[in-house]
């Protein structure tokens, strides 16, 4: 065996040094997906959908690019799954870490790759598994060093019986668990999902007792299911009993359920590892209070399973922002005997110990079962990127003197700060701390938040149950819970005999705020407070709080606190109250009957339960608009802006944004009614709608072109987009005087013309063209000449992303020829949608329904396909079936997600 050279002895010991660095170097390093796959081989082919998720390509697309030699298949790709470990004439060999060092500076692998060390690979058994021990330990000294130098770990904890692992790997996943937990900074949970759907039939028969099993042994028609078994051991016994699928209704929703539990898998995993490629949160950050948000609630679950709170998903979901996951009210050991019964017979039940490694890994596994559970219902939902379905979890573990249940003695709180710290490698969005406990166990774990897990929000909380405070305390009570200044939001929930002071929670908070402000700064003390007072008594309370109001539900058969309403009652309350008004909003414009913004928005509004309409306000001229008195009535909430109007309504507000000012337009007027006087603000979110899905495309931020097509409005977006991109604007236009303007304002050079020589020049002096921006008119039906792609692009390291603001019709020429090229494209359906998010949490202060809103935008900008059956033909519905067929039309299934 070709052993590794030089591998040094592993410490054991993390490099806190490079710890601290973790926030700044992850987004360059390769993840790191570290376990023991099962019988259904579950790391590998996460590995891929990674890949495929990295790339923006399909498993059917990367698989004909294996078989197809480079540059025949006119697709990029520059992510690959690297696993050190092979076989050749020489024997078996592994990397050492020299050889990833190397790797790395030679930037030969980089943050879209995945290295992958399954302890469970079939190399580990070759030879009658006797270089297994030495494979072992080289991994690990490979985990611990990966670790070390900052890439990405996450930990696939693969339930070893319920997965089928071999007897080496399952000995191997218990030998080497504390090491895979230390080594790694996240972690999922997989039980039986990965497992195969002929396994789950045979699985499912054998130990349901079925009578006259054809499998030619006698004795009991009642088999238990033996653990070591392969992926594809059960495909004999699936067909000796006959378990058809096509004949059995129930087969085929098994194989069904199987086949989603996979999918939601790696749903979960692609979240995750956006969630660790995000910039880490500072306290202050003014996307806290939008996470936080204005009339904005979290519903607290109260299962000891979450699994029994299945029946309610589809009524409470879609009512809230976020969930509470109480980690307290957990019954471990009831989850872990439901989960023996729902397999019996693959687990021995009477042998089977519920040790602290089972306890954990079924608590780590409700987190993932509750998120993935809400996805068909998370409407409100805010963009993971391309993750819309993601439902922030709230990770609660409430102590028994704070409403909770959870042993508040010594060795309680020890174990609190521990699954604290699950909650973190979970990658849950909000973990709530509370703020009364061991100084030094808190500080460890804020420590390591901040240095590794700087994407999830810190909620300092305190809960006083029985006794009532007096104001001054509640303030200390509330400073306390900036957990000195690293707290992202706080919560403080007060209790009260007297229905008068159920506004003393508010009071206080208010006090609290200032005085945070003048300790910390304005920006550093501004934090979203949430507070409450408990019972039925202090019920105004939750009326009044603004931000994030923990909430019940009208379905649900009891509630988290005393006094706690639905979001529902809450909203209606406050519009009766005045709290929430009823608003206008308005899209200004002329000739705009066709406009997607009225839809778009007032389906947002409703989903997010707000009382306000969006209509349409047709003008010639700005001067018409203004003398409607519309700006000054106290029912006006904000308007949009489009065409011809974006310029002269400028002279009408009182504040320009500088972005605004920059590009020289509003798109967005904002309305501040805090002081003595209303205040309007221009605002632009047209160049962000530009930015973030281009942004989202680009394979890095190394700098390079953006070639601008156009000089109208729309392209001073563009240009300021491109500048925020690191990106040098270059432009092209049929009047190359309009262009020069844009290079005065923003920079860059003007072509005189696209040809081969002028293109060939940028490259050379700017660098390769990393984005295409065509603002020009859909008539215009512009394409470039074939030598763009075989000269202009050849030598260039990606081909480019390519937007056409155009989302009529929403398969431009420009769009279509590029995409079939291999490029990466962005419609522009994607960017209406995209600024109008940006105007909703203008407007609100609170995080937009993503999914919604884009859905109206599709359903208004797809093409409609006649389809024919034997009595007429019909239009098809304008939903994600018709997307998927017109891009089957137009050969675009390979960009399918980079735009949804």
């Given at each position: 065996?070709?052993?590794?050279?030089?591998?040094?002895?592993?410490?054991?010991?993390?490099?806190?040094?490079?710890?601290?660095?973790?926030?700044?170097?992850?987004?360059?390093?390769?993840?790191?997906?570290?376990?023991?796959?099962?019988?259904?081989?579950?790391?590998?082919?996460?590995?891929?959908?990674?890949?495929?998720?990295?790339?923006?390509?399909?498993?059917?697309?990367?698989?004909?690019?294996?078989?197809?030699?480079?540059?025949?298949?006119?697709?990029?790709?520059?992510?690959?799954?690297?696993?050190?470990?092979?076989?050749?004439?020489?024997?078996?060999?592994?990397?050492?870490?020299?050889?990833?060092?190397?790797?790395?500076?030679?930037?030969?692998?980089?943050?879209?790759?995945?290295?992958?060390?399954?302890?469970?690979?079939?190399?580990?058994?070759?030879?009658?598994?006797?270089?297994?021990?030495?494979?072992?330990?080289?991994?690990?000294?490979?985990?611990?060093?990966?670790?070390?130098?900052?890439?990405?770990?996450?930990?696939?904890?693969?339930?070893?019986?319920a997965s089928f692992m071999s007897p080496r790997s399952a000995a191997t996943a218990k030998r080497i668990e504390e090491d895979l937990i230390e080594f790694s900074h996240y972690e999922i949970a997989i039980y039986d999902e990965g497992l195969s759907s002929p396994t789950i039939l045979a699985r499912d028969a054998l130990n349901s007792g079925i009578d006259n099993i054809k499998s030619g042994e006698s004795g009991s028609n009642k088999k238990t299911l033996p653990i070591n078994r392969n992926v594809d051991s059960f495909d004999d016994i699936t067909n000796a009993l006959e378990l058809n699928p096509e004949d059995s209704p129930e087969h085929a929703a098994k194989i069904n359920q199987q086949i989603?539990?996979?999918?939601?898998?790696?749903?979960?995993?692609?979240?995750?590892?956006?969630?660790?490629?995000?910039?880490?949160?500072?306290?202050?950050?003014?996307?806290?209070?939008?996470?936080?948000?204005?009339?904005?609630?979290?519903?607290?679950?109260?299962?000891?399973?979450?699994?029994?709170?299945?029946?309610?998903?589809?009524?409470?979901?879609?009512?809230?922002?976020?969930?509470?996951?109480?980690?307290?009210?957990?019954?471990?050991?009831?989850?872990?005997?439901?989960?023996?019964?729902?397999?019996?017979?693959?687990?021995?039940?009477?042998?089977?110990?519920?040790?602290?490694?089972?306890?954990?890994?079924?608590?780590?596994?409700?987190?993932?079962?509750?998120?993935?559970?809400?996805?068909?219902?998370?409407?409100?939902?805010?963009?993971?990127?391309?993750?819309?379905?993601?439902?922030?979890?709230?990770?609660?573990?409430?102590?028994?003197?704070?409403?909770?249940?959870?042993?508040?003695?010594?060795?309680?709180?020890?174990?609190?700060?521990?699954?604290?710290?699950?909650?973190?490698?979970?990658?849950?969005?909000?973990?709530?701390?509370?703020?009364?406990?061991?100084?030094?166990?808190?500080?460890?774990?804020?420590?390591?938040?901040?240095?590794?897990?700087?994407?999830?929000?810190?909620?300092?909380?305190?809960?006083?149950?029985?006794?009532?405070?007096?104001?001054?305390?509640?303030?200390?009570?509330?400073?306390?819970?900036?957990?000195?200044?690293?707290?992202?939001?706080?919560?403080?929930?007060?209790?009260?005999?007297?229905?008068?002071?159920?506004?003393?929670?508010?009071?206080?908070?208010?006090?609290?705020?200032?005085?945070?402000?003048?300790?910390?700064?304005?920006?550093?003390?501004?934090?979203?407070?949430?507070?409450?007072?408990?019972?039925?008594?202090?019920?105004?309370?939750?009326?009044?709080?603004?931000?994030?109001?923990?909430?019940?539900?009208?379905?649900?058969?009891?509630?988290?606190?005393?006094?706690?309403?639905?979001?529902?009652?809450?909203?209606?309350?406050?519009?009766?109250?005045?709290?929430?008004?009823?608003?206008?909003?308005?899209?200004?414009?002329?000739?705009?009957?066709?406009?997607?913004?009225?839809?778009?928005?007032?389906?947002?509004?409703?989903?997010?339960?707000?009382?306000?309409?969006?209509?349409?306000?047709?003008?010639?001229?700005?001067?018409?608009?203004?003398?409607?008195?519309?700006?000054?009535?106290?029912?006006?909430?904000?308007?949009?802006?489009?065409?011809?109007?974006?310029?002269?309504?400028?002279?009408?507000?009182?504040?320009?944004?500088?972005?605004?000012?920059?590009?020289?337009?509003?798109?967005?007027?904002?309305?501040?009614?805090?002081?003595?006087?209303?205040?309007?603000?221009?605002?632009?979110?047209?160049?962000?709608?530009?930015?973030?899905?281009?942004?989202?495309?680009?394979?890095?931020?190394?700098?390079?072109?953006?070639?601008?097509?156009?000089?109208?409005?729309?392209?001073?977006?563009?240009?300021?987009?491109?500048?925020?991109?690191?990106?040098?604007?270059?432009?092209?236009?049929?009047?190359?005087?309009?262009?020069?303007?844009?290079?005065?304002?923003?920079?860059?050079?003007?072509?005189?013309?696209?040809?081969?020589?002028?293109?060939?020049?940028?490259?050379?002096?700017?660098?390769?063209?990393?984005?295409?921006?065509?603002?020009?008119?859909?008539?215009?039906?512009?394409?470039?000449?074939?030598?763009?792609?075989?000269?202009?692009?050849?030598?260039?390291?990606?081909?480019?992303?390519?937007?056409?603001?155009?989302?009529?019709?929403?398969?431009?020429?420009?769009?279509?020829?590029?995409?079939?090229?291999?490029?990466?494209?962005?419609?522009?359906?994607?960017?209406?949608?995209?600024?109008?998010?940006?105007?909703?949490?203008?407007?609100?202060?609170?995080?937009?329904?993503?999914?919604?809103?884009?859905?109206?935008?599709?359903?208004?900008?797809?093409?409609?396909?006649?389809?024919?059956?034997?009595?007429?033909?019909?239009?098809?519905?304008?939903?994600?079936?018709?997307?998927?067929?017109?891009?089957?039309?137009?050969?675009?299934?390979?960009?399918?997600?980079?735009?949804?």
């Amino acid at each position: 065996m070709g052993a590794s050279r030089g591998t040094p002895a592993r410490t054991g010991k993390k490099n806190t040094n490079l710890c601290m660095s973790f926030q700044q170097e992850k987004a360059t390093r390769p993840t790191v997906l570290v376990g023991v796959s099962g019988a259904g081989k579950e790391l590998s082919r996460l590995a891929n959908s990674v890949i495929e998720m990295t790339s923006g390509l399909t498993s059917a697309e990367l698989s004909l690019l294996q078989t197809q030699p480079d540059g025949d298949n006119g697709v990029d790709i520059d992510c690959g799954v690297l696993e050190p470990v092979g076989k050749d004439e020489m024997g078996l060999w592994t990397y050492d870490t020299e050889i990833f060092d190397e790797l790395l500076e030679e930037g030969k692998i980089g943050e879209n790759d995945v290295i992958l060390l399954d302890f469970g690979n079939d190399y580990f058994d070759m030879e009658e598994g006797k270089f297994s021990e030495s494979f072992e330990e080289k991994y690990l000294d490979l985990l611990e060093h990966l670790y070390n130098i900052n890439c990405p770990v996450v930990f696939v904890n693969v339930h070893p019986e319920a997965s089928f692992m071999s007897p080496r790997s399952a000995a191997t996943a218990k030998r080497i668990e504390e090491d895979l937990i230390e080594f790694s900074h996240y972690e999922i949970a997989i039980y039986d999902e990965g497992l195969s759907s002929p396994t789950i039939l045979a699985r499912d028969a054998l130990n349901s007792g079925i009578d006259n099993i054809k499998s030619g042994e006698s004795g009991s028609n009642k088999k238990t299911l033996p653990i070591n078994r392969n992926v594809d051991s059960f495909d004999d016994i699936t067909n000796a009993l006959e378990l058809n699928p096509e004949d059995s209704p129930e087969h085929a929703a098994k194989i069904n359920q199987q086949i989603k539990n996979w999918n939601d898998i790696e749903w979960d995993l692609k979240r995750l590892l956006k969630l660790v490629r995000k910039p880490a949160r500072a306290v202050g950050d003014a996307m806290n209070k939008l996470d936080f948000g204005v009339d904005a609630f979290f519903l607290s679950l109260t299962f000891s399973d979450v699994r029994l709170s299945k029946e309610y998903l589809p009524n409470f979901t879609p009512d809230n922002d976020a969930m509470e996951f109480r980690a307290d009210l957990i019954n471990i050991v009831e989850v872990i005997n439901r989960e023996k019964v729902s397999a019996e017979g693959v687990i021995d039940v009477n042998s089977a110990e519920c040790s602290e490694s089972e306890k954990r890994f079924h608590m780590l596994r409700q987190v993932g079962l509750i998120r993935r559970m809400c996805r068909p219902y998370a409407t409100r939902a805010p963009a993971l990127e391309t993750i819309l379905d993601a439902i922030p979890l709230v990770y609660t573990v409430r102590t028994a003197h704070q409403a909770g249940t959870w042993p508040d003695d010594k060795e309680g709180i020890g174990k609190m700060f521990e699954l604290l710290m699950l909650g973190l490698r979970s990658g849950v969005e909000v973990l709530d701390v509370e703020s009364a406990w061991d100084k030094d166990l808190t500080k460890d774990l804020l420590d390591e938040a901040e240095e590794i897990y700087g994407s999830t929000m810190i909620l300092g909380s305190h809960h006083v149950v029985t006794d009532e405070v007096e104001d001054q305390e509640a303030i200390q009570l509330f400073k306390n819970c900036a957990l000195d200044g690293r707290a992202h939001g706080l919560k403080v929930v007060l209790s009260t005999s007297n229905p008068e002071n159920a506004s003393q929670a508010e009071r206080c908070r208010k006090i609290a705020i200032a005085q945070l402000k003048e300790e910390y700064g304005a920006r550093k003390g501004d934090i979203p407070a949430i507070g409450l007072v408990l019972g039925e008594t202090g019920q105004e309370s939750r009326i009044l709080n603004r931000h994030y109001t923990p909430v019940t539900h009208e379905s649900l058969p009891f509630v988290a606190a005393p006094g706690q309403l639905s979001s529902n009652e809450i909203m209606k309350r406050r519009v009766v109250e005045g709290i929430t008004p009823k608003k206008e909003y308005t899209i200004l414009g002329h000739n705009i009957a066709y406009s997607v913004s009225p839809e778009m928005h007032n389906s947002a509004f409703a989903t997010c339960g707000l009382p306000h309409e969006y209509g349409r306000s047709d003008h010639e001229n700005v001067d018409e608009f203004v003398a409607t008195g519309i700006l000054r009535r106290p029912s006006f909430g904000g308007a949009s802006v489009t065409i011809p109007h974006k310029q002269n309504i400028m002279s009408h507000l009182q504040k320009i944004t500088e972005s605004a000012k920059e590009i020289g337009a509003v798109n967005t007027i904002l309305v501040d009614d805090s002081g003595d006087e209303r205040i309007l603000t221009g605002d632009n979110t047209d160049w962000i709608g530009i930015y973030e899905p281009v942004k989202r495309c680009l394979r890095s931020d190394e700098g390079g072109v953006a070639l601008i097509l156009g000089a109208g409005g729309t392209a001073r977006a563009a240009a300021y987009a491109a500048k925020k991109l690191n990106l040098i604007p270059i432009y092209y236009n049929r009047t190359p005087a309009k262009a020069q303007e844009l290079a005065d304002l923003f920079g860059g050079k003007v072509l005189s013309e696209i040809s081969e020589e002028t293109l060939e020049s940028v490259v050379q002096e700017h660098g390769e063209i990393r984005a295409v921006i065509s603002t020009l008119p859909a008539a215009a039906e512009f394409e470039f000449d074939e030598w763009f792609f075989t000269k202009t692009l050849k030598e260039c390291s990606s081909k480019p992303v390519v937007l056409d603001v155009n989302y009529k019709p929403y398969n431009t020429p420009l769009l279509i020829q590029c995409q079939a090229k291999g490029c990466r494209i962005v419609r522009g359906s994607e960017m209406l949608w995209e600024q109008g998010v940006q105007q909703f949490e203008r407007w609100f202060e609170r995080r937009a329904p993503y999914k919604v809103m884009k859905d109206v935008v599709l359903k208004n900008c797809f093409p409609k396909i006649e389809e024919e059956d034997d009595d007429e033909s019909s239009e098809s519905d304008n939903d994600v079936v018709s997307v998927l067929k017109q891009d089957k039309v137009v050969g675009e299934a390979a960009n399918a997600t980079q735009t949804a």
